[in-house]
């Protein structure tokens, strides 16, 4: 029997990314590949790559300048980049780095087996036969239906196997909604990478929910790069077997404050009706989450939905990214601070506990110190749970790039970006201390990797934790992390992938930190049956927590 030959997958980048590697794990798993986590005794090694910024770009090909190093020693393995690097820089990469074996792009992943076949096989392969790019040539159709689109095979092949993966792996899950975007910011590679917005069938977004909960997962995580531009026109787009098939999407002027409008009186299933029937349908579901929202386009419809539906995170990440509607414009965001200030309140009125995240860029070409003041005055307006704040990277191809130079110093960058880091981290840390006394439940994520995180600006902190004692780390429904001590008698495995009461004890700017409320059982025994559109919710038995812990912030 031949040896099965072995991959090393290493992802870089969002969430899609990290979906779109399970995928081809999976896929690559079925046709009898393993998988090992140490690259130098893999035949292949695959890097899913990132290019939203260009340090992404930078630490992928330091990896593959290394694997070259390698190639030249004598070893014999096959490197392939896949995902949006791949896409953006595509057969000028083979030239520039000979080591390089194949290239496939994120909206070509379900040709990545026969590349890999392809490079295996041959010693020396046409560049044609080891590159799947969709370059200029999208393999999108431009009529609704997108009925080349291969891809949601690999979506719909997707394993639901109840053993695999571990803990939270196996019990928190993405779905993905929609592909690609229309928005065109102009400092996004997005839309070039992964191309123009595609959604998939309700049918199969709600069967794929159901067949993983089936499976054992808890907590669902619906994506898209502006998931509230989902929206499904029936009877628009059927495959040849007469299926409905996944189509483009309708551009934003189809959206209205109430919700989508549907042209001509044809049924739609829009994100709030999608949102419903997940509910609904999938009743054993504990948590459901959607990322990434766009500001705009955002109807009181799914507000609705998310107050009706309890077992629906009452969580958005709407990335602002600034707050000057000068820069607002030249980012072609398409609202102004004040419609983004607008749909936060009305989101505030109908979830008065949203919880609520973001993204800010700073340093975008022409920004002023005014520009910069009006961004740090959104951020204290909004009272954001966190923001992911970036220092703008010009990424060639893009809007921005063309029309705009980077005029912003990279020590002015460096410094906003610090200044709006410890912005947010004063303002997280008084978000976070609402929480304590409160009893929050906490998905568990796994064991806290270090037990003390490391707050933006390099702050430590400290939490005084029984010696010897694990910390169990996860998130609650807002997505505010939390730590707590393993009870003594517990495993680790025990508690991982549940969902747990814990009571917050101290609070920092990143993190909750509290103890398990209950001697916490299994799963399904936690489950109570309660009426239809609720759920299964869980009981939660009260323990006495005991003497708070101390919080250093040195
Ligand atoms: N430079 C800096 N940040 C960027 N982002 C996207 N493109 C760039 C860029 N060229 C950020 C945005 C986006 C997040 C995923 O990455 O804030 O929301
Ligand atoms: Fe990029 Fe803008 Fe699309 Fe987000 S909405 S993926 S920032 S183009």
Redesign the pocket.
Known sequence: MPRARTIFLETFGCQMNQLDSELVRGQLGALGYSFTPDASAADVVLFNTCSVREQAENKVLSRVGRIGQRKRQGERVVLGLIGCLAERQGMPLLSRYPQIDLLCGPGELDRLPMLIDNALKTETVDAADRVALAGNRSRRSTTLAAVDDNLELLDLSRAFDPDGGSGRARRSAYVRITRG?N???T??V??FTRGAEVHRTPDAIVQECRRLVDGGVVEITLLG??VNHYVYTHGAAIGVNGQEVPQVGPGGSAFTRSGPHPANGQRVTTFADLLGRIHEEVPSLRRLRFV?C?ARDFGDDILRVMRDCPRICRYLHV?A?SGSDRILRLMN?GYSCGEYLDFIDRARDLLPDVSIAGDLIVGFPTETEQDFEQTAHLLRRVRFKNNFIFKYSPRPGTTAWDRLPDDVPTEVKRQRNNDLLALQSTISTAVHAEQVGRTVEVFVEGVSRKGVPTAPGGVELAWERPRGRIQMSGRTAGDLITVFTLPQGRTPESLEGQIVPVRVIEAASLVLFGCLEASTRPLAEQMTVVPKGDGLRPRLPSLKCPKPLTLHLD
């Open positions: 975007c928005k065109f910011c400092y996004c997005v839309p790069q502006t990434t766009y990335p990214q965001r």
